[in-house]
């Protein structure tokens, strides 16, 4: 069953590889003019049914997908700008009132709608200065979006807040597009994904960190992510460092440090170490890492220290829920222990890390990461300000840890897809 993209936006592309990989690119065109009467919400919707059902009209047989994005303010529509004095507009009245951005997505078959739906997304710019709006211009990125402005992109620092779906403003109201797939039957990506599908896809998941960080009122840019390749080819793993990933994430000793080898030295990367280290890898750990997220114990830092150059950096692991089934220092013994590993010569402490609450509610997960939080605070106001980092957040439980304070997140899963079952013999290992 084929699945066809009736759009030639590459920020479309990305969302679909999350819900169904392979698909073709068939770009819908139609007349785009908004009807009389017709209200923001009823034009994109349109829109989003009309282009999939052109397309599907020549592809019967196929998913097809369609969308639309706009940016509202009350009754006024502001589609893409025409040229940059257009985008210049466009861009001096969303500084002046907030606006809402809709996005219509549309699933066709045998050349008809079968479901379609809509995100929402409140946004308030900041005042904006024209000498912003100019420069921003200039750099061309208004040219092919909606309302002139990319959220992922340089109009990051232009926004004040983000109400609703997050991901929609960029396109990519990845809930909706995901819901709708499912219920649909949408055949799934296969897993191992090819290395085009896994280019889309971390693309996707940066845009949508890059939302997010600025949804939540943080710093453009203060949230990074480590591309977990667990399980993973290094094939893989060469195909996410190539589409753009700068960190790479690896539970494994071995496994990690035979991958680091095979994808070589031509493709660079901070690889990180995310899962709990023995003593008698400390050797081959410490010449295969750079960054060791699940330190939870003093020994295992002056071993690594022992045994690799220095200075080794690290995180240390906290099990804020206290699970019997997770590493981590309790979090009575956190202070004890920071003390000690910023004394250790040859050990720089970054930060804490923490895994968030398995199979549970959203709201716990990020109980759990505001109360990581709140002792990294506390910790910083005791003197201890070289901590910066706070890795936590992983597939499922991303959003709620960028909301409170992460500047970490690891993620394999919403990057590669499913992993193969383990193999036991590494060490202790979890789903
Ligand atoms: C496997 C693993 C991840 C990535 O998990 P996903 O659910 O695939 O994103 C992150 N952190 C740790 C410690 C892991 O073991």
Not at 96 to 123: C, F, K, M, N, Q
Not at 405 to 415: D, E, M
Request: proline letters at 7%.
């Amino acid at each position: 069953m084929r699945v066809i993209l009736a759009s030639a936006s590459p920020r479309r592309a990305e969302i679909l590889a999350r819900v169904a990989y392979p698909f073709a690119i068939v770009p819908a065109e139609i007349d785009e003019s908004r009807l009389p009467g017709e209200t923001p919400e009823v034009h994109v919707r349109r829109l989003a049914r009309e282009k999939a059902a052109r397309v599907s009209r020549a592809h019967p047989d196929a998913w097809v997908l369609g969308a639309d994005t706009i940016v509202a303010q009350d009754q006024e529509i502001f589609g893409k700008p025409v040229d940059d004095a257009d985008a210049a507009r466009m861009l001096a009245r969303l500084s002046a009132a907030p606006h809402r951005v809709l996005t219509g997505l549309a699933w066709a078959r045998g050349g008809e709608p079968v479901a379609d739906a809509i995100s929402r997304s409140d946004v308030r710019f900041r005042t904006l200065a024209d000498r912003e709006i100019a420069d921003y211009v200039a750099g061309g990125e208004p040219r092919d979006k909606a309302g002139a402005y990319a959220i992922q992109g340089g109009a990051a620092r232009f926004v004040a807040s983000v109400s609703g779906s997050v991901t929609g403003v960029i396109g990519l109201p990845l809930e909706e597009v995901t819901e709708l797939g499912a219920r649909l039957g949408v055949p799934s990506p296969v897993s191992p994904l090819p290395a085009a599908a896994i280019a889309l896809r971390l693309r996707a998941v940066q845009g949508e960190i890059a939302a997010r960080t600025v949804a939540s009122g943080r710093t453009p840019g203060a949230v990074r992510l480590v591309a977990v390749t667990k399980g993973h080819s290094a094939e893989l793993a060469r195909a996410a460092i190539a589409a753009g990933a700068t960190d790479v994430g690896e539970n494994y000793v071995q496994e990690g440090s035979r991958k680091r080898d095979a994808v070589g030295t031509g493709l660079p990367a901070r690889w990180h170490l995310i899962g709990p280290l023995q003593s008698n890898k400390a050797a081959l750990a410490a010449r295969s890492f750079d960054l060791f997220h699940a330190i939870d114990r003093v020994a295992i830092a002056r071993t690594l220290v022992a045994r690799g150059a220095q200075p080794v950096a690290g995180l240390l692991q906290v099990n804020v829920a206290r699970d019997p089934h997770k590493a981590g220092v309790a979090p009575e013994d956190l202070q004890d222990h920071v003390r000690q590993l910023t004394a250790l010569p040859g050990f720089e402490l970054r930060g804490l890390m923490t895994i968030g609450p398995l199979d549970e509610r959203e709201d716990r997960a990020r109980a759990v990461f505001a109360e990581l939080r709140q002792r990294f605070d506390e910790l910083r106001r005791m003197g201890y300000e070289r901590l910066s980092e706070l890795s936590m957040g992983m597939s499922d439980d991303y959003p709620e840890a960028i909301v409170e304070g992460a500047t970490l997140v690891r993620l394999g899963t919403a990057i590669f897809g499913p992993r193969l079952p383990q193999r036991p013999t590494e060490g202790p290992s979890r789903p």
